[in-house]
């Protein structure tokens, strides 16, 4: 029995709410996974902003490519991964920034955590990682749940 969902499902549910995980290739190491917050529009690339200057962003311009994961933490799990290149972008600060942060906290947390986190983003800018999706893995656990 595949538990694989269509990719109707697959796209509507990487739009939704998720803390991601991308991880890239390390040479030598196993590959980096750190979690981020992202956004996705079905038929669109999947798009985070992170620091210019971070391991993260050294290893995605060296490797040129990256998945991402977004699960389901609760029963019944799903997950989908998508992996695919990466290009690497000035990001918009309203689209790219304050728009994510106000989908991970909401209006009043994320604008007070933009006013914590000015000096670090004006002494380390971000740069936008928009990952193309070219395949996809999913999962949804509650297909084994009979009807």
């Known amino acids: ?43 669109a690339a999947v798009r985070f902003a992170t620091a210019a200057s971070s391991r993260k962003t050294a290893l995605l311009r060296a490797a040129g490519r990256a998945s991402l994961c977004a699960q ?3 029963p019944p799990y799903r997950y989908v991964t998508v992996e695919g290149p990466v290009t690497i ?18 209006p009043d947390m994320a604008e007070a955590y933009l006013a914590m986190t000015a000096a670090e983003r004006a002494a380390n800018p971000n740069v936008l990682v928009e990952l193309a999706p070219e395949h996809w893995l999913s999962a949804d656990f509650g297909a084994m749940v009979p009807a």
């Open 89 to 106: 972008l000035e990001p918009d600060f309203e689209r790219d920034v304050r728009a994510v942060a106000i989908r991970y906290l909401g």
């Open 1 to 43: 029995m595949s538990y694989a969902m269509p990719r109707a499902a697959c796209e509507a549910f990487l739009a939704g709410l998720h803390v991601g995980v991308v991880a890239v290739a390390e040479p030598g190491r196993a590959p980096l996974a750190v979690p981020v917050w992202y956004a996705y529009e079905p038929g």
């Open 72 to 74: 389901d933490e609760a």
